[in-house]
């Protein structure tokens, strides 16, 4: 079992950052494809983007050029910069893991199905 805890959200500015964190306990492999998802009210969960085990990404063309994924294996640690926030990014932000590698060799980001650990989850609320 994984277990996935995220931190870093809260209220900004539209043109303003954050910096989300999920740390990974309990069966922690760095082999693990590990992915960012959100979800804003009445919506469904969306994909945000992926990160193999080698660091290598693949975004939502929502977040392209906005967001950076990237992953600390030593700390067990999943991170998601994100710049330049719009209200449209609003939305609760999880963390996810997979221990399938196939997860992470879409062109795009993954439904959130083909993921079966997944944290709480943390607030992100940007205004105008």
């Known amino acids: 079992q994984v277990q996935l805890v995220e931190s870093g959200g809260g209220s900004v500015q539209t043109g303003g950052s954050l910096r989300l964190s999920c740390i990974a306990s309990?069966?922690?492999?760095?082999?693990?494809?590990m992915g960012w998802f959100r979800q804003a009210p009445g919506k469904g969960r969306e994909e945000v983007a992926t990160?193999?085990?080698?660091?290598?990404?693949v975004y939502a063309d929502s977040v392209k050029g906005r967001f950076t994924a990237s992953r600390d294996n030593a700390k067990n640690t999943l991170y998601l910069q994100m710049n330049s926030l719009k209200p449209e990014d609003t939305a609760m932000y999880f963390c996810?893991?997979?221990?399938?590698?196939?997860?992470?060799?879409?062109?795009?980001?993954?439904?959130?199905?083909?993921?079966?650990?997944w944290g709480q989850g943390t607030q992100v609320a940007v205004s105008t």
């Open positions: 996810a893991a997979t221990g399938w590698d196939g997860a992470c060799s879409t062109s795009t980001p993954p439904p959130s199905a083909w993921f079966n650990y």
């Open positions: 309990g069966y922690t492999d760095i082999s693990y494809c």
């Open positions: 990160i193999d085990r080698g660091g290598s990404t």
